[in-house]
């Protein structure tokens, strides 16, 4: 068994098609097919099912597909410590933010890592704070951006607090509080609100803040994203809540200060364990020094 072997396995598994995979893999297929054959007569077991019309994994496929992946990832993550000794940054690196994150220009920041270090393949994945915690713990992500309710920090990750910020509402054009420069939370209770999904960070921070003011109101419309909540709220289905710093986004619609305002707070976390030589010089952009022993979590 070879990581070349386990590299067709893996590419056959993700694109589930042998000629997608061969062409991923840079090999003619049938160089490929003959490798997997190889590799199933040395396990005694299939680890695909094919057909005329698709190719799935067998049980066996399904065992041996994580430790498959997790060989590879630590074969490059050993060719990159061994280049970082000669002062090459090069490997992945994963990195995770909410839509909504406005302590740091990402994008800037990530063109700033990129031409320092141009071997270092970046990627870049979006969703909600408490996913992106749990794909940072499991090691899919070197290091995530989030918003969070004010409380305890993550468990399981380092990390470092970059920012705390307000919500404001945010109104449809001509609603009867857009010419209201400050309200408390008790005036919108009768109010269709656009907000994210029950659960999430970003709807927690609401709830809680209406909780703790005394007041109920009705989410009639839940998105996973801001462009869809501005998108509702043109259209007067109702009101939301985003960070102040964020709002300037949607320049068209009016917004409304709180009183009693939920704080929301940005987050940089990272894994508890020993970061990539790539993850740790991104982490240096952000004043994580020596990312093995910043931060806490």
Known sequence: MDLQQMRYVVAVAETKNFTRAAEQCLVVQSALSHQIARLERELGARLFERTSRRVRLTAAGEAFLPAAR????AAERARAEVAAV?????????VGAIPTVTAVDLPAALKRFHLRHREVRISLRAGASEELVERVRQGTLDAAFLGLPLGPRPKGVRGRE??????????????????????????????PFVDFPAGTAGRVQTDDAFTAAGVRREVAFEVTAPEPMARLIRQGLGIGMLPAAFVEEFSDLPVV?????????????????????????????????????????
């Open 70 to 73: 997790q060989s590879l990832d």
């Open 162 to 191: 970059l920012a705390r910020g307000h919500l404001v509402a945010v109104v449809p054009p001509g609603h009867a509080l857009a010419s209201q420069e400050e309200v408390n939370l008790a005036r919108l209770a009768d109010e």
């Open 257 to 297: 200060r709180l009183r009693d305002a939920p704080v929301r707070v940005e987050h940089l976390v990272w894994s508890s364990g020993r970061p990539s030589p790539a993850a740790t010089a991104f982490l240096s952009m952000f004043g994580v020094v020596e990312a093995s022993g910043a931060g806490g979590g």
């Open 86 to 94: 000669a002062g090459e940054i090069r490997g992945p690196l994963a």
